[in-house]
């Protein structure tokens, strides 16, 4: 019992889980969505900076669309989040 403990340390383990970002940029859209941080948090570029450029043109109304991200974002499974957000890179809705 004690020898297989001692090898079981430099085995790799098989059920890796990939990063889900779900929680963190579901939060961030909710609370700073006009700033675009959740998508630059998701790896949207292109996305965060037009978001920032909507809120300052709209004056903060166009701060209802993350918002609506955010909810998405944190009713969407765990899978169905990673496969479509982070693997599949769809940048809106």
């Given amino acids: ?5 001692q090898e079981d340390w ?4 098989t059920d890796f889980q990939p990063e889900n970002k779900k929680i963190v940029a579901g939060v961030l859209a ?6 675009g941080i959740h998508k630059f948090i998701l790896g949207y570029t292109k ?5 920032i450029i909507l809120s300052i043109v709209t004056c903060g109304i166009a701060g209802i669309v ?3 991200e955010g909810i998405i974002y944190l009713t969407k499974s ?5 496969h479509i957000y982070q693997t599949n ?4 809705f």
């Avoid at 019992?1 to 403990?5: A, D, R, V």
């Avoid at 430099?10 to 383990?13: A, F, L």
């Avoid at 996305?47 to 978001?51: F, L, N, P």
């Fill in 47 to 51: 996305e965060g900076i037009i978001q």
């Fill in 78 to 82: 765990d899978e169905e989040f990673y």
């Fill in 66 to 68: 993350p918002f609506i």
């Fill in 1 to 5: 019992m004690e020898n297989s403990k």
């Fill in 30 to 35: 909710l609370i700073f969505g006009s700033l």
């Fill in 89 to 92: 890179k769809r940048g809106w």
């Fill in 10 to 13: 430099n085995k790799p383990q």
